[in-house]
């Protein structure tokens, strides 16, 4: 079986292997997904009883989660009484005391324009799993952090949350648009340790060269484990389009890992189950260069082990170190969280 | 900066606490289409310097302070600052306080009502910029004084205004932004 430094071209090798059977065929025509999409996750999952599972998941809704801002709430608790009595019923995240998850859809359009939400006393999620790449990564008060592809900007205040407004955070997004928002999320919330740079990421480096001690690289991707929020994404990304982000994604980690001080880490993130957005760009880039390791990391939810071989590639067996989150396994968006750090 | 700071608040704040205020920081300028002050903690100043140096500006840095101009009011300042203000030194000042039936229309680009005004804190003149604060001491956003005085509120009417809205925090939300263009310099 080859490594995927063995191939040249990995369209050619997934579009050759990618068989679409009967069954993913009429799977695929039941949920309102490409094709390609269930052959790969019999593929990933093994059987077809988890590829069900999976679908079903994605049929279901993801509770919204809201983070309490410590920067400007002194008892996070009277914020969450406040919620309850303006009528939302919150369940409390045994991992994260700041955090509340709604426990429905219900009235969450109207979440985002309290004059709490306005005064910065919280910040909306979709889903509980982008609580996890800051609660990981964990930076501290003395941290020089690089938040690449940062806007509109949850995990760039919840780090700032984290740090207690020490340290620093450089936040880059290539988006104007986006830049507007993760600015005024940043204002709002009370943010005052960041640097905002508006430029595409994989400029960094020449910059800041091995600088950042901790570096968060939440890559822009298909969204392929968001289908639950946005049910468009069944059908949005071709085989193709999903390899221009692989490449992407591969170019933007070399970027973080030349961004991050030697022996410091680096959490890669996706939205994504996709292999091709996760295990195949963090094994193209480790296998491109000498000083990077996978480092073990552990979410608080249920997960399951970064896959090892996909379509007959042979991917590194550190792989097994990086966590998946499945909606069916996890109760969350589908993501992907790996740890690497530089030598 | 210190001075713009100082005039702001109508001598409410002597020179020393406003020093204070912003001792450890070093400000930003922000020349573009309006002139826009931030404040840096060391660490932040570190990287906004490499960046300088690179060629390249920040789109923002450290705490947005507010814009700085050339005729009255010379400075307006951010909510966020103010809020730093007044949770720095554990008192209003300048502001007005407005109950809750008032801030939802306020948050909504409407001026404040004397009907709504729970409490003046001077010193306020008029046409000049205060805090609208709501009773849990929030900072909601900035008025335009159209009182000369705090005693002046009694001669109005409940509909009258006290203050323009000039910015809310649900600004953003209605869709305000604006392109800044930007030039830096370190002071």
């Known amino acids: 079986m080859p490594g995927l430094e063995e191939i040249s071209d990995l369209y050619g090798w997934l579009k050759r292997r990618i068989k679409v059977s009967r069954k993913a065929l009429r799977l695929s025509n039941e949920f309102g997904y490409r094709p390609y999409m269930i052959a790969r996750y019999k593929e990933m999952l093994g059987?077809?009883?988890?590829?069900?599972?999976?679908?079903?998941?994605?049929?279901?809704?993801?509770?919204?989660?809201?983070?309490?801002?410590?920067?400007?709430?002194?008892?996070?608790?009277?914020?969450?009484?406040?919620?309850?009595?303006?009528g939302y019923t919150l369940k409390e995240i045994p991992w994260c005391v700041e955090c509340a998850e709604l426990n429905s859809n219900e009235g969450v359009a109207s979440l985002g324009s309290l004059h709490e939400f306005l005064l910065g006393l919280y910040y909306l999620y979709r889903g509980k799993a982008s609580l996890l790449p800051p609660m990981l990564l964990n930076p501290g008060h003395k941290d020089?952090?690089?938040?690449?592809?940062?806007?509109?900007?949850?995990?760039?205040?919840?780090?700032?949350?984290?740090?207690?407004?020490?340290?620093?955070?450089?936040?880059?997004?290539?988006s104007r648009r986006r830049m507007r928002a993760l600015r005024s999320n940043v204002e709002r919330m009370s943010v005052h340790n960041v640097v905002l740079v508006r430029t595409d990421a994989r400029n960094i480096p020449s910059i800041y060269r091995a600088y950042f001690t901790k570096v968060l690289l939440d890559a822009p991707c298909s969204g392929e484990g968001l289908i639950m929020v946005d049910p468009s994404r069944k059908a949005k990304t071709s085989l193709k389009e999903l390899l221009i982000f692989h490449n992407l994604q591969v170019e933007l980690l070399n970027s973080a890992l030349d961004a991050v001080?030697?022996?410091?880490?680096?959490?890669?993130?996706?939205?994504?189950?996709?292999?091709?957005?996760?295990?195949?760009?963090?094994?193209k880039v480790i296998s491109s260069r000498e000083d990077t390791v996978i480092e073990p990391v552990d979410p608080p939810v249920p997960h399951v082990k970064g896959i090892r071989e996909?379509?007959?590639?042979?991917?590194?067996?550190?792989?097994?170190?990086?966590?998946?989150?499945?909606?069916?396994?996890?109760?969350?968006?589908?993501?992907?969280l790996c740890m690497l750090r530089r030598l | 900066m210190v001075e713009a700071v100082y005039k702001f608040f109508?001598?409410?704040?002597?020179?020393?606490?406003?020093?204070?205020?912003?001792?450890?920081?070093?400000?930003?300028?922000?020349e573009g289409v309006f002139r826009e002050a931030y404040l840096l903690s060391k660490d932040v100043l570190e990287p906004v310097n490499i960046l300088l140096k690179s060629g390249k500006i920040p789109y923002a840095a450290g705490m947005y302070?507010?814009?700085?101009?050339?005729r009255e009011p010379y400075f307006i300042p951010s909510t966020d600052f103010l809020q730093y203000v007044y949770s720095s030194l554990g008192r209003?000042?300048?502001?007005?306080?407005?109950?809750?039936?008032?801030?939802?229309?306020?948050?909504?680009?409407?001026?404040?009502?004397?009907?709504?005004?729970?409490?003046c804190i001077p010193p306020i003149k008029k046409s000049d910029i205060v805090g609208i604060v709501g009773e849990d001491e929030y900072v909601y956003g900035l008025g335009l004084s159209t009182i000369e005085n705090c005693n002046e509120i009694s001669s109005l009417r409940r509909t009258d205004p006290v203050a323009i809205n000039i910015f809310d925090v649900g600004w953003y939300l209605r869709g305000g932004t604006e392109a800044r263009e930007k030039k830096y310099r370190i002071e």
């Open chain 1, 47 to 86: 059987t077809w009883n988890e590829v069900m599972n999976l679908l079903q998941a994605f049929e279901g809704s993801l509770n919204p989660v809201i983070r309490c801002n410590s920067l400007k709430v002194r008892d996070c608790s009277r914020l969450f009484n406040r919620l309850e009595e303006l």
């Open chain 1, 144 to 174: 020089r952090v690089l938040d690449m592809a940062a806007a509109p900007g949850g995990k760039t205040t919840h780090m700032a949350q984290i740090m207690m407004n020490k340290g620093v955070v450089v936040a880059t997004d290539i």
């Open chain 1, 261 to 283: 001080m030697p022996g410091h880490t680096i959490l890669y993130t996706t939205c994504s189950i996709a292999p091709e957005e996760n295990e195949l760009v963090i094994a």
């Open chain 1, 310 to 336: 996909y379509f007959n590639i042979e991917i590194p067996e550190e792989m097994g170190r990086c966590a998946r989150l499945y909606p069916h396994i996890s109760g969350t968006e589908g993501f992907f």
């Open chain 2, 10 to 30: 109508n001598g409410a704040l002597p020179m020393e606490e406003v020093e204070g205020l912003l001792t450890g920081y070093t400000p930003l300028i922000c």
């Open chain 2, 65 to 70: 302070v507010g814009r700085l101009r050339r």
């Open chain 2, 92 to 119: 209003v000042f300048k502001a007005l306080i407005v109950g809750r039936e008032g801030l939802k229309p306020f948050l909504y680009g409407k001026d404040v009502l004397k009907a709504s005004v729970r409490k």
